[in-house]
């Protein structure tokens, strides 16, 4: 009996240790998240100065790979508490990140490569300008 | 032509001008700061293009238009008291410039461009992050409400003083639109008052114009003969306000 309600201790230990790491900090895949953005940003950049279409289309690949955590409703549970009210401002800095990644890969596939410099500096643009509201930068 | 002919047409033209001012089209910069570009005279209908009346707006109610081009937005609000008078505005590259008052009989009509002057956020048909705040409503942009919020940054300007700015990023007031009230109460924008910001807006949101409008070039295009007027809560599917 004993070892019976050992082995159901441990396996419940176990369970629930599995379960905690499924169970991921939202707010720990928020700064994956921001890291892998950068590290897209930073690849759309060098293939922009390094005339590499293929590293930019990679890096808006990578980018819009990030977007949905903030897109959905999840995006609440991320941002500092004492920005949570402002969550459709987050919501809507993701769709136009995703409208000028789009249009990047359309500028790109259409050789006019002036708008998709321009896509890239508006994207800049709203990194910066969710950073200046969110993190009251 | 002779000489007196000549000096004739020339006070006959001046004094068309001085009475109606809309008559000339394209920018003036006077030496003593101000900063008017005029477009096409251009009457405010409502969605069925009948034309608004003065007195038939609502008042503290957000209404919105397109002017001078058909892809930028304008707010026109009736507000609950008579407007101040000749204030005096600075750009933000340092022009000053002069916004006269609201129209109507009590003056408590006005027009602004609808594009925040801080990182041009404004309404479209899915949402709209800027509008006028009635008296009643509290904002997190200013201790006082009855003014124009721009929710994405909190910039507040003045809706009774040609927009100057209260509060928040904004380096500039919005650019005002020029009304003129007629006789018979209709509603016409003859022009655009400071530094408006619509070259950025078409540059910075091309993407997005495409969706809305087929296209830049039609985003573009100027208005003319008269501009459909909605109230902004028919205009966008989701409104802001902070």
Redesign the interface.
């Given at each position: 009996m004993k070892k019976i309600v050992t082995a159901l201790a441990l396996a419940s230990l176990l369970f629930g240790f599995a379960n905690a790491a499924e169970k991921k900090d939202p707010r720990l895949e928020l700064m994956k998240d921001m890291r892998t953005m950068l590290d897209a940003m930073e690849q759309i950049q060098r293939g922009g100065l390094y005339s590499s279409t293929e590293d930019m289309k990679s890096g808006v690949k990578k980018l819009q790979g990030t977007l949905k955590s903030l897109e959905g409703d999840e995006v609440k549970s991320i941002l500092p508490k004492d920005q949570v009210y402002a969550y459709k401002f987050a919501q809507k800095t993701a769709g136009m990140l995703r409208l000028y990644s789009d249009d990047m890969i359309t500028s790109i596939e259409a050789g006019r490569m002036d708008d998709a410099l321009e896509d890239y500096t508006q994207l800049l643009k709203q990194c910066t300008s969710c950073h200046i509201r969110i993190r009251n930068w | 032509m002779e000489r007196r002919t000549f000096f004739k047409v020339m006070a006959a033209g001046a004094t068309i001008v001085a009475v109606n001012p809309s008559l000339i089209r394209g920018n003036l910069y006077a030496d003593d700061g101000r900063m008017y570009a005029a477009y096409d005279k251009v009457q405010i209908v409502d969605a069925a293009g009948n034309p608004i009346k003065a007195s038939s707006l609502e008042k503290e109610v957000t209404y919105i238009f397109n002017y001078p081009y058909a892809s930028t937005p304008c707010m026109l609000v009736n507000l609950p008291e008579p407007t101040q008078q000749d204030v005096a505005l600075k750009s933000e590259m340092g022009e000053e410039y002069v916004w006269k008052s609201g129209v109507g009989k009590e003056r408590t009509i006005v027009a602004y461009s609808a594009i925040c002057a801080h990182?041009l956020t404004h309404p479209t048909p899915n949402?709209s992050?800027i509008k006028y705040v009635p008296k009643n409503v509290k904002t997190m942009a200013y201790e006082k409400s009855g003014i124009i919020v721009c929710?994405?940054?909190l910039s507040a300007y003045d809706a009774s003083a040609g927009a100057k700015v209260l509060a928040g990023?904004a380096p500039q007031p919005l650019a005002a639109i020029v009304l003129e009230v007629a006789p018979d109460d209709t509603i016409w924008a003859v022009g655009v008052l400071g530094s408006d910001k619509f070259q950025d807006y078409f540059?910075?949101f091309?993407?997005?114009l495409?969706?809305f409008y087929n296209g830049i070039a039609q985003g573009k295009q100027l208005v003319s003969i008269s501009a459909k007027t909605v109230k902004l809560t028919e205009y966008s599917k989701?409104i802001?306000q902070?």
């Open positions: - | 990182q949402d992050f929710s994405s940054h990023a540059r910075a091309k993407p997005e495409k969706d989701e802001i902070y």
